[in-house]
């Protein structure tokens, strides 16, 4: 008669080895947060990154919250709402002509957008529009200024000689702001109440 013993299920039986028992817990990977933090003036935190397909109730929900003045300001026209076939469009660019970072607020659930900033390719001229907009809580904190010079940078980057926008003329902090950043005016009679600022790259 045979004396050997099946071991086969014995290990599944006894206690964990100790390299085993004291082994670090593995921590679940998270995905990376993207884009990076940048600050406002007063200090309050943001995240900058680019806008997303996902941005589109967060879009919708800071227009909400823009005054007509702001809103006017923004798309040189009054609009009583952001259409969501538009705040679709304006979430899902087309990379190889379009930038658009979007400052996000994280100490709030769900995250806010609190500014953006966007250009429009024009591969022809060989220049971009720009578009930018800093929710009135949030001004004179740095962020227009922030968000210009990345679209200004972006345009760089892509190889492009101008970067140029319509503002109206009664938009003192746009246009104090463009200054600031060394953009110059043009006249444009076609289009009164507005000036094309630009700036050669
Ligand atoms: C224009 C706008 C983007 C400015 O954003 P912001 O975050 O307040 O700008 P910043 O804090 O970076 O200001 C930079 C500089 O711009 C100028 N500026 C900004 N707001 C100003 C204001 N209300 N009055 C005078 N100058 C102003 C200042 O020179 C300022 O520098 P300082 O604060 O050191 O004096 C913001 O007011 C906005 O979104 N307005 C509505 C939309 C719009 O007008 N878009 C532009 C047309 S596309």
Redesign the pocket.
């Known amino acids: 008669m045979s004396t050997a013993i099946d071991l086969t299920n014995t290990r599944r039986a006894l206690p964990l080895r100790s390299r085993e028992r004291f082994a670090r817990p593995r921590l679940l990977e998270l995905p990376r947060p993207k884009g990076e933090l940048v600050h406002a ?1 007063d200090g309050r935190e943001l995240r900058l990154r680019g806008i997303e397909p996902g941005d589109v109730a967060a879009l919708k929900r800071q227009f909400g919250r823009l005054s007509p003045e ?1 809103i006017r ?2 798309f040189l026209h009054s609009m009583g709402e952001l259409p969501e076939p538009m705040a679709q469009r304006l979430c899902r660019i087309d990379p190889a002509l379009e930038t658009a970072f979007v400052l996000m607020d994280e100490t709030v659930h769900p995250a806010e957008i609190r ?1 953006v900033g966007r250009i429009y390719v024009d591969e022809a001229a060989n220049s971009a529009e ?7 809580e ?10 210009m010079q990345r679209l200004v940078d972006d345009c760089r980057r892509r190889g492009l000689h101008e970067i140029w ?3 109206l003329l009664e ?4 246009l ?2 463009c200054k ?1 950043l060394g953009f110059v005016r043009r006249l444009t009679p076609e289009e009164p109440g507005t000036t094309q600022i630009s700036l050669q790259l």
Not at 130 to 136: A, D, Q
Not at 138 to 147: H, I, K, S, V
Not at 171 to 174: K, S
């Open positions: 003036h702001d300001r923004r500014g720009f578009s930018v907009l800093v929710e009135r949030w001004t004179r904190q740095g962020l227009g200024a922030l968000l926008g319509y503002v938009n003192r902090p746009m104090h702001l600031e």
